[in-house]
């Protein structure tokens, strides 16, 4: 056995760079998929340090469908003996940036232990929590920046998420200016015996298996992304496979000889395979370790990219450092193990039919597997009909990630039955004998080349799709953010005197000013930011309005309607003519839908004489202004600056938020453009693999054309062209798949994902630059066969004929 | 009552807070807290004498002072004779005086109930904020309630009660009926404290007929027995140097009940306590004329506390051993002490309820280091 193995191993020594190209093969295919592990695994623990610290994770919570829930009913739970814990949660704006401020009841609060943690060291009354003005709580970078000198003290609490604070309900009503109100309610592990069900005593509340509020689990949200990056690693790592499995094959190709020879000497063919396993599973180790290390650092260098996808986009709690987990680890080696096994599982039964064979049948199994293409084609066309039900008829983002790998799949299983077919039509239409060779010669390769060009075409199809999406949401973001950036200043006011101070010297002036009044309530047992606007022409001429009423701004100004976002539209499935909750006695007509990218949570527009109206507790920050006839945007951010004494940081002009904007837009999709690259990457290096495999094989079928009189020269250029046409095939029909792919990305899961659907634009250009790369990767794929071809020595040609008896 | 005043103290503020909030403080904390008790009852009212209680409206709420407490213990048997105790018990303690809307008030409230036998002891706790309706205490009808515990009359006074309490493993509901007088402690309800002039408002009734049903894992039950209420509020914290409280309530065959208890220090234990005739005259206890002495120590949540007691009283000739009904009633509340049912027999037979505190862990408070 050992000296099976020795022999067996001997091979690589005479084989260095094969050795070395399925070790790398392998080793990036793992570092790709445990880079997007690592990624994943470090983003979800940093969600639920917080949540699991806090303890809130996993009880259920109950909330109202139209927003608050009032006191009483939290006192009538209590009095039927639920052992529930109330939470208030609001929008809280002490200084420049606002925060998620949370009040809690400190005496049954789950999370209230860790509070306590921070009180001893600082040596402050425990029962400072809530004695008045109390105590706030917030992680040291949400203290350092936006907590100075509020009133209440301050305690740094290491494991809150940035940008919420956690307080005392007391507390927290006195700074949001309510009472009497709860946001929700957590239900404690340990109820007593004998209690009434919730249905009964609370039917107008609605019961989630989680806390979803701020401080509940991000993942929900964030789910989307990650299952994003996985399918993403997940691909890179089947393109990987490729590489291993042609060049396993290869190998036992090679071993040929050394096959028989052992055989003749009397291995059973039992430790022959046990060998070839060993070998692979070393290989495995090997290559699973390299890919480790390689996977930690790509994953190091796209953290922080990620990091500020996930703060961007959802707002998500992640921390910055990566740290090495077992779990990890031990998924990364055992993806590397299952993987070669999967991908030497042909060469193993290669293996076992040579061994008890012992006759050169490469043709044969070449021709075998060409009949099985109408078998690829069935169960292709099969899969993306599956696919295509799927996505029509199926619902939420695990349907439309489905759809799009039976899709994806699909197409691939077609490729070789498609190419066959393309190259069977283009022999009949063809006369000139050395073409007819070549042709008549690819399709005879077609099934030891099909899976890289599989490969490849996944590949192709995920970059075209990706580069379109990512591509279609730029332009449509672009051209959205100047839509909606109507005013040319935007100031932010320190405090309700401040504005005041603002509207008034803008009047003075004869600037027109936009001001923001917000209101953040609940609608649909989510949080819902509620604009009051002023009427001013900008608003109508400007706001990108998806889908309106007529007269839709004159019915919000004077019929008290309201515009709402697409998330929140596609969420709650509202349209225009609807109505949308407020409050217990408030509903208003929905008169438009706006289109609103790179925020996760629901929003609305009113009128602000109608906030005003209804008296709701309005906050002011924010204040557009626009200048007066003949005055610059930037003389009027001078003397706005002098005359109230603003820091120029308070004045911002529309070009550098929308500069800002687009810089959050871009670094968002870093990753996905180092990944498209990578997979690409990958796809070429299967190729590579694929005609080292084919090579010793092809060689029966070279020497007769060789001895026909085609020089080795003409060979090679043939062996290029081979190549370069198949690559070229492969991308048109990667470029349909590709298309389709971004359709599915755009309408279905983004709109899954972020509750937004965006137009889809065409890129030519960056199809040819990616045609380009392909053709490059094909090109270089064939560079090692061909400068073989050129130096092989004539008597190996002849010998072929005398091998073959 | 001096023992119960420093439970509740205790208890209700650094219990609830430091206990049950910060349940992580380490124990040093929780002693801070303990000193806290030391000052000043500033802004809060101070009982004064001559002022005689008003009923009904002394039995509700009096969030002016800093502490308060509605404490019922009774001794019940089965229908098939086995003795088990219960407890329910609602504390009152203010941050500050007075009342405020919904979460601003200053008023916590927190509640203990517990069902003994003679092998198994069950407990739970409630916490809740003042000025939400989560907790409270109303006059008319009489009502002491947190969340759905309840202490319940039919009217004003505290004459027919209906108590109920439930937790995960127990749950209980008791008629009361008084079966004698109010008994004002003190100088008509004025109780001293200390020489140095601190005092309570106290007053109880000891003698209810008491019958319900208890419900434990292994099913319901019917009991009956005795029951005994105390009423207590004051704002004034105590000396800061006893490590711990002895207190016995019992109720003996004669008619008559013994209410005494031994606050242990440092600088030598101190006992008081109240004998009550069989038709409810209050005879005061001298300093020393009551005297407790352990007999034997159980191990109980790895601390050692005794559970058999030789308790004398020379003036009424009273040598009794008192000895647990359960030795292991231990409450793990956020502050943890031993209270249950004991049986009195000597010279005197009868039954009661014994509490004990500030028994540490076992190196700290082990019996060699008592004297």
Redesign the interface.
């Given at each position: 056995m050992i000296l099976t193995l020795r022999v067996l191993l001997s091979h690589w020594r005479h084989a260095p760079l094969q050795l070395g190209l399925l070790i790398l093969g392998l080793a990036l295919a793992t570092a790709l998929w445990s880079a997007v592990q690592a990624i994943n695994s470090e983003a979800r623990a940093s969600y639920s340090r917080a949540v699991e610290q806090l303890g809130t994770r996993d009880l259920p919570s109950l909330t109202a469908p139209d927003g608050d829930i009032p006191l009483a009913t939290y006192v009538a739970l209590r009095r039927a003996g639920w052992q529930v814990s109330p939470v208030l949660e609001g929008v809280w704006t002490p200084a420049k940036e606002s925060l998620t401020l949370l009040g809690v009841d400190v005496l049954s609060y789950p999370g209230a232990a860790l509070m306590a943690q921070t009180t001893p060291a600082t040596g402050l009354d425990p029962l400072a929590v809530l004695r008045p003005p109390g105590t706030l709580y917030a992680h040291p970078d949400t203290l350092a920046h936006v907590l100075q000198d509020t009133g209440p003290r301050v305690m740094a609490l290491q494991e809150l998420p940035q940008g919420i604070v956690l307080t005392d309900l007391s507390v927290a009503e006195r700074l949001l200016g309510t009472s009497g109100r709860l946001s929700r309610i957590l239900i404690l592990p340990d109820q007593p015996m004998g209690l009434l069900p919730l249905t009964q005593l609370v039917p107008e509340l609605e019961l989630s298996t989680t806390d979803d509020g701020a401080l509940g689990d991000p993942q929900r949200l964030t789910q989307s992304f990650h299952l994003n990056l996985t399918a993403f690693g997940l691909l890179a790592f089947g393109v990987g496979l490729f590489i291993v499995q042609g060049s396993v094959t290869l190998s036992v190709e090679q071993r040929r000889g050394t096959i028989h020879t052992l055989r003749c000497l009397g291995v059973p063919v039992a430790t022959l395979i046990q060998a070839l396993l060993l070998e692979l599973v070393l290989l495995a180790l090997v290559a699973g370790v390299l890919g480790l290390v390689l996977g930690y650092i790509v994953a190091g260098f796209l953290l922080p990219d990620v990091n500020a996808t996930l703060r961007g986009l959802y707002g998500a709690p992640v921390a910055g450092a990566l740290s090495l987990r077992p779990g990890w680890v031990l998924s990364g080696l055992g993806m590397a193990l299952a993987g070669t096994g999967l991908a030497g599982l042909q060469a193993l039964l290669t293996l076992k039919h040579m061994a008890t064979q012992l006759t050169q049948a490469s043709q044969a199994v070449a021709r075998r597997r060409a009949g099985l293409i109408w078998i690829w084609a069935i169960v292709g066309l099969l899969l993306i009909g599956l696919a295509g039900g799927m996505l029509w008829g199926g619902n939420g983002l695990v349907a439309g990630f489905v759809g799009l790998a039976g899709l994806m799949l699909g197409c691939a299983l077609l490729l070789p039955p498609s190419l066959f077919w393309a190259l069977t039509f283009w022999l009949r239409m063809t006369r000139r004998p050395v073409l007819r060779w070549l042709i008549a010669d690819s399709r005879l390769q077609l099934p030891g080349l099909s899976l890289s060009l599989m490969a490849l075409l996944l590949a192709i199809a995920t970059n075209i799709g990706v580069g379109t999406m990512v591509s279609s949401f730029r332009l449509t973001f672009t051209g959205w953010i100047d839509q909606r950036l109507a005013a040319d200043l935007y100031v932010e006011a320190a405090g309700p005197q401040q504005a005041q101070a603002i509207l008034t010297w803008a009047e003075a002036r004869g600037a027109r000013s936009l001001p923001q009044y917000r209101w953040t309530t609940r609608s649909a047992s989510a949080p819902l930011l509620l604009y009051g606007v002023v009427d001013d022409p900008l608003y109508r001429q400007n706001w990108p309005l998806l889908r309106s009423l007529p007269d839709a701004w004159d019915r919000l100004h004077s019929k008290g309607a309201v515009l709402i976002n697409e998330q929140l539209a596609h969420r709650a499935d509202l349209a225009p003519g609807d109505m949308l909750a407020l409050g217990p006695d408030w509903s208003a007509r929905i008169v438009g839908i706006y289109s609103d990218y790179g925020n996760p949570d629901g929003q609305a527009i009113a009128g602000i004489t109608t906030l005003q109206q209804r008296a709701v507790p309005l906050t002011l920050r924010r204040i557009g202004l626009v200048p007066p006839d003949g005055e610059t945007p930037e003389g009027l951010a001078a003397a706005l600056r002098q005359d109230l004494a603003l820091p120029a940081s308070a004045i911002l002009a529309k070009d550098r938020i929308r500069a800002a904007s687009v810089a959050v837009f871009d670094r968002t999709f870093v990753v996905t453009a180092a990944l498209n690259v990578l997979t690409l990457g990958v796809a070429g290096f299967a190729m590579l693999t694929s005609f080292l495999s084919q090579w010793s094989r092809r060689l029966p079928q070279l020497a007769p054309v060789w001895a026909m009189g085609v020089s080795r020269r003409q060979l090679a250029g043939l062996e290029l062209l081979r190549s370069l046409g198949l690559a070229l095939l492969t991308f048109v029909l990667a470029l349909p798949l590709g298309l389709g792919l971004a359709w599915v990305l755009l309408t279905v899961i983004n709109l899954e994902a972020f509750g937004w659907r965006l137009p889809m634009f065409l890129f030519p250009a960056d199809w040819a630059r990616l045609l380009g790369l392909t053709g490059a990767a094909a090109g270089i794929a064939a560079l090692l066969p061909i400068l073989r071809l050129l130096h092989i020595p004539p008597a190996r040609l002849l010998g072929v004929f005398s091998n073959d008896r | 009552m001096i023992a119960r005043a420093y439970r509740a103290v205790f208890a209700c503020?650094s219990t609830?807070?430091?206990g049950?909030?910060?349940?992580?403080?380490?124990v040093s904390?929780q002693t801070q807290?303990y000193a806290?008790l030391g000052r000043a009852a500033t802004g809060f009212a101070v009982p004064t004498p001559g002022v005689p209680l008003q009923f009904p409206a002394d039995h509700g709420a009096h969030p002016d002072y800093r502490i308060e407490w509605w404490y019922l213990t009774a001794n019940l048997q089965t229908e098939t004779g086995e003795d088990l105790g219960i407890q329910w018990t609602l504390f009152r303690s203010a941050?500050?005086p007075g009342e405020g809307?919904?979460?601003?008030s200053?008023q916590?409230w927190m509640a203990h109930a517990a069902v003994t036998t003679p092998s198994d002891h069950h407990f739970?706790e409630r916490?809740?904020?003042g000025g939400?309706?989560?907790a409270g205490v109303e006059i008319a009808p009489f009502t002491a309630?947190i969340?759905?515990w309840e202490l319940r009359a039919p009217d004003a006074s505290l004459d027919r009660l209906a108590v109920t309490a439930?937790?995960?493993?127990f749950?209980y509901a008791l008629d009361l009926a008084a079966d004698g007088p109010l008994v004002l402690h003190g100088s008509d309800g004025y109780s001293v404290k200390s020489a140095q002039g601190q005092a309570s408002y106290y007053y109880a009734q000891p003698a209810y007929q008491i019958t319900g049903q208890i419900?434990l894992p292994d099913g319901s039950h019917r009991v009956s027995g005795t029951a005994w209420l105390d009423r207590e509020w004051s704002s004034q914290p105590l000396a800061p140097d006893q490590s711990g409280w002895d207190w016995f309530s019992l109720r003996l065959d004669s008619g008559e009940a013994l209410m005494g208890f031994v606050l242990r220090s440092e600088q030598g234990d101190f006992t008081s306590g109240t004998w009550i005739t069989a038709d409810g005259t209050v005879e005061p206890l001298h300093p020393e004329e009551f005297q407790a002495a352990p007999l034997a120590w159980s191990e109980v949540a790895g601390r050692q506390i005794p559970t058999r007691w030789h308790v004398t009283l020379d003036s009424r000739q009273l040598r009794v051993e008192v000895g647990a009904l359960n030795p292991q009633a231990w409450m793990g509340t956020s502050f943890a002490y031993w209270e249950g049912p004991v049986t009195v027999s000597g010279s005197h037979t009868g039954r009661g309820y014994l509490e004990m505190t500030g028994y540490g862990e076992l190196r700290s408070n082990s019996p060699s280091n008592r004297k």
């Open positions: - | 503020i609830a807070i430091l049950i909030v910060f349940p992580a403080l380490p904390a807290g806290d941050l500050a809307p919904a979460w601003q200053p916590i739970a916490l809740g904020r939400t309706g989560q309630w969340d759905d439930r937790s995960e493993d749950a419900t």
